[in-house]
């Protein structure tokens, strides 16, 4: 998802992206460690990372800052659910809403972005989303996955990979990033054609376009990152595994 996020602006000019939760009501699930290895693709976390005591304006110039690089977002809930309603809903706008200036005019601003958001929690943040005084059509924006660590993992190995993907942070993307665009044609109509095969295979109604969308991103962001050699793991296992979730 991490390499996906920039493919997003390719496929709708006009909204701003799709959220990825991951969730899990214990702890020491790998959510963090998750968010960390997304960053790890670009640099360090904290270049990409949105916290819970960051006011609605910071929240908002950080999404306008990346652009197009992953926004993550660790322990995202809050005790208000319709202010988590409205993040999402400037979030997935892809533009900030309008302001006016002090003497009452219309204070205009290019900041906008088109991309994924990462975010982790102890709980479900569509039934956030479905439990505030506002309808419950962002809910369909957010794609949820279920944060879980096969016991046979050691849980002590934890350190040793955060250290490392700390140690590794931003040559992968560097590599990536450079393939992109020197190969943008081929890249958008493999885009195109993956998400529309996602499309067909799931059969998803309209809206969840954007569970299609980043679906399709990230099947297409695996196939390059798979051909590039940069990490060692199978699309087609993924997109199976997703699909069947």
């Not at 390499?3 to 969730?23: C, K, N, S, T």
């Not at 601003?109 to 505030?132: C, F, K, P, Y």
């Not at 309209?206 to 099947?219: K, M, P």
Request: charged share 25%; hydrophobic share 40%.
């Amino acid at each position: 998802a991490s390499f996906a996020a920039p493919l997003i602006r390719f496929q709708e000019r006009d909204e701003g992206g799709a959220v990825l939760h991951l969730m899990s009501s214990k702890s020491a699930q790998g959510k963090t460690t998750a968010l960390i290895a997304a960053a790890s693709v670009w640099g360090r976390i904290d270049a990409f990372r949105i916290k819970k005591d960051d006011t609605v304006i910071g929240r908002l110039l950080v999404l306008a800052t990346l652009s197009n690089l992953p926004v993550l977002y660790d322990e995202i809930m809050t005790r208000d659910p319709d202010a988590i309603y409205d993040f999402i809903v400037s979030f997935t706008n892809g533009a900030d809403r309008t302001r006016a200036t002090r003497t009452g005019e219309i204070k205009h601003s290019e900041a906008r972005w088109q991309t994924i958001m990462l975010s982790a929690g102890n709980t479900s943040l569509r039934e956030v989303l479905a439990s505030g005084d506002k309808p419950d059509t962002q809910a369909h924006r957010v794609m949820e996955l279920e944060a879980v660590i096969p016991e046979e993992i050691a849980k002590h190995y934890s350190e040793e990979i955060k250290d490392n993907l700390r140690k590794n942070a931003g040559y992968a993307g560097d590599v990536y990033i450079d393939y992109v665009v020197q190969n943008l044609d081929v890249i958008k109509k493999l885009l195109h054609d993956v998400t529309d095969k996602v499309r067909s295979d799931t059969m998803l109604p309209q809206e969840y376009r954007f569970w299609v969308r980043t679906i399709g991103a990230i099947v297409c962001a695996g196939l390059i990152v798979k051909k590039l050699g940069l990490v060692e793991f199978s699309p087609d296992r993924i997109y199976a595994w997703i699909k069947e979730y």
